[in-house]
């Protein structure tokens, strides 16, 4: 099994099977709106810009499954990704990334590599497990998405190589990125 086995809802209401991206390099992302962690939008852009040309892609899924920090509707989503962070890289319709309503995808992605923990050195990470372990301490348990903005590099066969979690900013993915695209 794949990524290439899974489609899903491109913005515009278009069902896109992810065999569409066959022989890319692609990083799936979970995202959200209204995020401690929103301000990576602009460092996922300078990813896309960069490397966009030599097969990479960024596929974009918003979710309102973290303390309802994507509240708006799919076009609400779309405008302020657009705006302001000039997000031009596929973006789905919003989906449910854990959970029995998860998204296919999501539940293969979080199956084929498991949780290996938070960087506690990020700036933002004292602050998002302070909000899990006092709010929704469940959202610890197994190998599902713990938060928003969980990143799964797959390379040009379809495969999951890494999963990189909130508290990795998208820079830090850039060594990882070039060796698939090496």
């Known amino acids: 099994m794949s990524i290439y086995n899974f489609s899903a809802k491109a913005m515009n209401g278009k069902e896109i099977s992810l065999e569409a991206y066959r022989g890319k390099t692609l990083l799936i992302v979970n995202t959200a709106s209204q995020c401690g962690f929103t301000f990576q939008y602009e460092d996922l852009q300078k990813l ?3 490397y966009k040309d030599k097969n990479f892609l960024i596929l974009g899924f ?53 949780f290996e923990g938070f960087n506690h050195q990020h700036s933002v990470a004292k602050l998002l497990m ?16 713990k938060w928003n903005f969980t990143k799964f590099l797959i390379n040009s066969s379809g495969e999951v190589v890494k999963r990189f979690e909130a508290t990795t900013d998208p820079l830090d993915m850039e060594q990882d990125i070039e060796e698939l695209l090496a």
Do not use: W
């Open 62 to 114: 918003p979710s309102n499954q973290f303390a309802d920090q994507e509240p708006g509707s799919n076009d609400e989503i779309n405008t302020f990704c657009t705006l302001n962070y000039g997000v031009n890289f596929p973006m789905f319709q919003k989906i449910d990334v854990r959970g029995d309503e998860a998204h296919p995808l999501f539940k293969y992605l979080a199956g084929s590599k498991p």
């Open 130 to 145: 302070a909000v899990i372990q006092e709010k929704h301490p469940e959202y610890m348990e197994g190998d599902s998405i």
């Open 48 to 50: 896309y810009d960069r």
